[in-house]
């Protein structure tokens, strides 16, 4: 069993929105309230209620069926299925409302930048500029909110790696698909079951000794992004990465804000004249109800300690359904 068929038994009053295709998001807020997201908008399942007793004993299975454990001593779960759909649950008494169960089902059509302009999600023009940049070894940055499409657009642009090339793939949760025939996947481990912790830091470090030509960082979200600096700063250029984000500069502040939680004591204007080195491209992606679109795009020049300013150059804004394109100079 790969997909949902190994937790159905327990989430028979679901059952027809997980096998919806056209749903991507079922949330289950305590017995009494079951919302979806259908083709990126939010509804309330009308008429479907949950035994509370029922629901936290479909979770407690669910976890079982994962290979994890829920209690009250531990009431927090994040787990995966087979097929990269993503569990995650919260039990009394820390969820206030009773149960809550989020299920984010994995897509598995694989898209491509012409679906991405066909549906809005970027212009021909920016498709084109993102395409050069990854095949020109460009360092790309990839910042938005939870659910905007961020791994997907990673996903995407990771297909124009050249086949030739050894693409070395490091994530908390395995969730990018990529087709290369010299690919190695490393995923970090939480201590469970009295095995320790393998952090995203660990396997940076190690990446460097199986001979990669890119590397691929699922998602910055702590002192691995100063590893990460040090990887860019030695001639490792063309990865890819994302990071949670309101905007491409608010993108900067949370990736030199990560840099910092490594516990390495470096100078603050240091840091972001690290990162100015070390980062090319940052893409904002957004979410509004029904679609997703790329709102920025900015190349990063440099960094003024001086004046502690980025220098950053625009080089797609999308201002709600105007878009702007300036001219591309592609400079490092």
């Known amino acids: 069993m790969t997909g949902f068929e190994m937790i159905l038994p327990f989430l028979r009053p679901i059952e027809p929105y997980l096998r919806d295709p056209d749903v991507s998001e079922v949330m289950i807020n305590g017995s009494e309230h079951v919302f979806i997201e259908r083709q990126g908008f939010l509804e309330e399942a009308a008429g479907v209620?949950?035994?509370?007793?029922?629901?936290?004993?479909?979770?407690k299975n669910i976890a079982r069926r994962l290979g994890s454990d829920i209690s009250e001593e531990k009431p927090i779960l994040n787990s995966r299925l087979p097929d990269g759909s993503r569990v995650a649950a919260v039990i009394p008494p820390c969820?206030?409302?009773?149960v809550t169960l989020t299920i984010r089902k994995f897509n598995a059509r694989r898209f491509g930048l012409d679906d991405l302009v066909r549906i809005g999600t970027l212009?021909?023009?920016?498709?084109?500029?993102?395409?050069?940049?990854?095949?020109?070894?460009k360092?790309?940055?990839?910042?938005g909110g939870t659910?905007?499409?961020?791994?997907?657009?990673?996903?995407?642009?990771?297909?124009?790696?050249?086949?030739?090339?050894?693409?070395?793939v490091i994530e908390d949760t395995a969730e990018i698909q990529i087709?290369?025939?010299n690919l190695v996947r490393f995923e970090a481990r939480a201590a469970e079951g009295g095995l320790p912790a393998v952090t995203i830091r660990e396997l940076l470090k190690a990446s460097l000794r199986h001979r990669p030509d890119r590397i691929i960082l699922g998602e910055i979200r702590g002192g691995e992004a100063f590893d990460l600096l040090q990887l860019l700063n030695t001639g490792h250029s063309g990865t890819l990465s994302?990071?949670?984000?309101?905007?491409?500069a608010q993108a900067l502040s949370r990736f030199t804000t990560c840099v910092l939680q490594s516990e390495m004591e470096l100078p603050y204007r240091a840091i972001k004249s690290n990162v100015a080195d070390s980062l090319d491209l940052i893409v904002q992606i957004e979410r509004r109800p029904g679609r997703r679109f790329v709102s920025e795009v900015l190349e990063l020049r440099g960094y003024s300690p001086e004046t502690d300013r980025y220098d950053l150059i625009p080089i797609f804004i999308r201002q709600e359904d105007l878009c702007t394109q300036a001219p591309v100079s592609m400079t490092r």
């Not at 990771?158 to 050894?166: D, L, M, S, V």
Request: charge should be neutral; charged fraction near 20%.
């Open 179 to 181: 087709q290369a025939p």
């Open 95 to 98: 969820s206030l409302a009773g």
């Open 242 to 248: 994302t990071v949670h984000a309101n905007s491409a």
């Open 123 to 137: 212009t021909e023009e920016v498709a084109s500029i993102l395409e050069t940049a990854v095949r020109s070894r």
């Open 147 to 168: 659910g905007t499409g961020k791994t997907t657009l990673l996903n995407i642009l990771a297909n124009f790696i050249p086949k030739e090339e050894r693409i070395l």
């Open 49 to 59: 209620t949950l035994n509370e007793k029922s629901l936290l004993v479909a979770v």
């Open 139 to 143: 360092n790309i940055l990839i910042s």
